[in-house]
Each structure stands twice: as C-alpha cells, then as structure tokens.
C-alpha cells in the first residue's frame, strides 16, 4: 500500500546533538513538507520542497536543514541551534500545484531533549 | 500571508447530537482550497473533507459537512450524529490555487473535541 513512513516513532536527544528525522514516500508525490506540531500552536510549516534537489524555507526553518536527493525522501535534521527542539514533527506529502488534493500524513515522530 | 483561525480552543457534544466547529482565514485571493483535517487520539492526521471556492455548494461527506460563507471568509465544519470516534482534534486548513509552486497548507491551531457518551 501507498503511503509515508516516518521513523523513528520518538527519538530522545541530548543538549548539543544533532538528530535526524526519516521521511520516506511511495506515493509519486512530487511534494514533501515538514511540519512541527506544539501543544496550542496548530501545525507550523518548516522546510518543504517541490521537486528533488530543491527546497525551501517556511515559517521557523532556524536550527533546521533538510535534503531532497531522492523524490521519495526528505529527512529532517533538528541541528543543536533549534533551542527548543522537543516537539512532535509530521511529514507529509502532495501530488502538486493546482489541484484541491490536501496532504497525505505520515504518523509523525516524537523528539524529545533529555 | 494567509491566516486561519479557530475560535474555539476545545468543545463537547454529546453522543448522537450535532455540533459545528467554527474556522474564518483571511485572504486577498479569490481561488483557494479549504480542508478540514481530523487528529485523533493516534495523531494521524486524517483528511475529513475539502472545499474549492469556486463551487458555491457546500461539501458533504456522509456526517460531515461544511458551511462555506466565501464572502465572510468562514468555513465550518458540522458534524451529525456524533459517535465516539469523532473524538479529536481538528484542523481547518488554507491552500492557494492561484500561486505558483503554492503547495503549502496554512493551518489553524485547531479544536479538541469530546464526545459525551
């Protein structure tokens, strides 16, 4: 079955480590999109791409690198200047521009500082 | 920019009754897409129905529906005969059709619902 894997489910991280979150895709989406969800916040776009080797930044991109080599993946890096990293981080995925599809989910992963 | 807002942070319904989840955006643009998006207990995001704003009738999907008021800029969501699954956050959403390369959702910050057994 078509769909978006993201792993790992949570990820603990010490102060000053990178991390890096995995999105992976089967769908043929050109679209990818990373978003980082806190408790009031509602989801706030990242980092998204279009098409492979090009992305762009969103709303809070500062202390977040992300790659589009392949179409199907686009890994998060959370480096250690994001100071407040501990948060729930969604992937998602869309066919492209001008069509009223939304987003496919993937299950998102649970980032925590310790 | 484009904004979404959800003005009631959490709301309940009893089980088998009818409520209405409030969402306004504001935008200069007159082509877009709305959606409304539900986040379970699991925190899988899952489509629940979308709108195109050049159709002037409203979107239904089985017990949902959507009460599109384009010129107020408000977007809805009813939902009938509640069932206990229906018990979730949900997001209402804003997508350009107009820009190019406007992949990008705008989300509101959402509405916990209960339902009342």
């Known amino acids: 079955d078509g769909g978006i894997t993201q792993s790992p489910k949570y990820l603990f991280r010490k102060e000053g480590q990178n991390v890096t979150l995995s999105c992976e895709q089967n769908?043929?989406?050109?679209?990818m999109y990373w978003y980082r969800q806190d408790p009031g916040q509602g989801l706030r776009l990242i980092y998204y791409?279009?098409?492979?080797?090009?992305?762009q930044k969103g709303d809070i991109a500062e202390g977040y690198s992300v790659s589009r080599e392949k179409k199907e993946s686009f890994p998060l890096t959370v480096t250690s200047a994001q100071k407040n990293p501990t948060a729930f981080y969604l992937c998602?995925?869309?066919?492209?521009?001008?069509?009223?599809?939304?987003?496919?989910f993937g299950s998102g992963t649970r980032l925590t500082v310790v | 920019a484009q904004t979404v807002t959800q003005s009631q942070p959490e709301m309940s319904v009893q089980e088998a009754e009818t409520v209405t989840l409030s969402c306004t955006y504001d935008?200069?643009?007159?082509?877009?897409?709305l959606f409304w998006y539900k986040q379970p207990p699991s925190r899988q995001m899952i489509l629940v129905i979308r709108?195109?704003?050049?159709?002037?009738q409203n979107a239904t999907e089985n017990r949902f529906s959507v009460n599109f008021q384009k010129a107020a800029k408000s977007f809805s969501l009813k939902i009938s005969d509640s069932q206990l699954g229906d018990a979730a956050m949900y997001f209402c959403?804003?997508?350009?059709?107009?820009?190019?390369?406007?992949?990008?959702?705008?989300f509101g910050k959402g509405t916990k619902l209960s339902v009342i057994p």
């Open positions: 998602a995925s869309s066919i492209g521009y001008g069509n009223n599809y939304g987003y496919t």
């Open positions: 769908l043929n989406h050109d679209a």
């Open positions: 791409s279009q098409i492979v080797n090009d992305f």
């Open positions: 935008t200069s643009e007159s082509d877009y897409y």
């Open positions: 709108q195109e704003a050049y159709k002037q």
């Open positions: 959403a804003y997508r350009s059709a107009l820009r190019a390369g406007s992949y990008q959702l705008t």
